[in-house]
C-alpha cells in the first residue's frame, strides 16, 4: 500500500502564514503529480494546487498568488506555503499522490489520498 502523511496546519490569525508537508511512502513504483485539495463544512472538496514530477504547477482560483507549492521528487514529497490567509481558507486539507505502487502497477495509476489536516483561520 501506498500511505500519504500530512503535516502541519494548525490555527492562524487572518493575514498570517502556515505551511503544508506531505511525503508518500510504502508500496511505491512512481509517483507522478502530488498536491492538495480541501474541504471546508458543508462545501464541496475543491482542488487548492498541484505539482508534476516536472515542476508544472496549478492552483485553484482562490488561492492564486497566495499559496506556493513545491516539491521533492526524490522523497516523494510536497509542500505547500500558504500566505495571506482568510478565514475562507478553513477547511480540512488533504494531500494526494498521484502513480502507480509497486504491487499493482499493472492495474494503472491511482490517487493516494491522506488522511488531512485542520487549517483554521480566525478574522
Known amino acids: 500500500q501506498v500511505q500519504v502523511v500530512e503535516s502541519g496546519g494548525g490555527l492562524v490569525q487572518a493575514g498570517g502564514s502556515l505551511s503544508l508537508s506531505c511525503a508518500a511512502s510504502?508500496?511505491?513504483?512512481?509517483?507522478?503529480?502530488m498536491g492538495w485539495y480541501r474541504q471546508a463544512p458543508g462545501k464541496q472538496r475543491e482542488l487548492v494546487a498541484t505539482?508534476?514530477?516536472?515542476?508544472?504547477?496549478n492552483y485553484g482560483d482562490s488561492v492564486k498568488g497566495r499559496f506556493t507549492i513545491s516539491r521533492d521528487n526524490a522523497a516523494n514529497a510536497a509542500s505547500l506555503q500558504m500566505n495571506s490567509l482568510r478565514p475562507e481558507d478553513t477547511a480540512v486539507y488533504y494531500c494526494?499522490?498521484?502513480?502507480?505502487?509497486?504491487?499493482?502497477?499493472?492495474?494503472?495509476?491511482?490517487?493516494?489520498w491522506g488522511q488531512g489536516t485542520q487549517v483554521t483561520v480566525s478574522s
Open positions: 510504502g508500496d511505491i513504483f512512481r509517483i507522478d503529480a
Open positions: 494526494i499522490a498521484d502513480g502507480y505502487s509497486a504491487s499493482y502497477y499493472s492495474s494503472g495509476p491511482s490517487r493516494f
Open positions: 505539482i508534476t514530477s516536472s515542476g508544472s504547477a
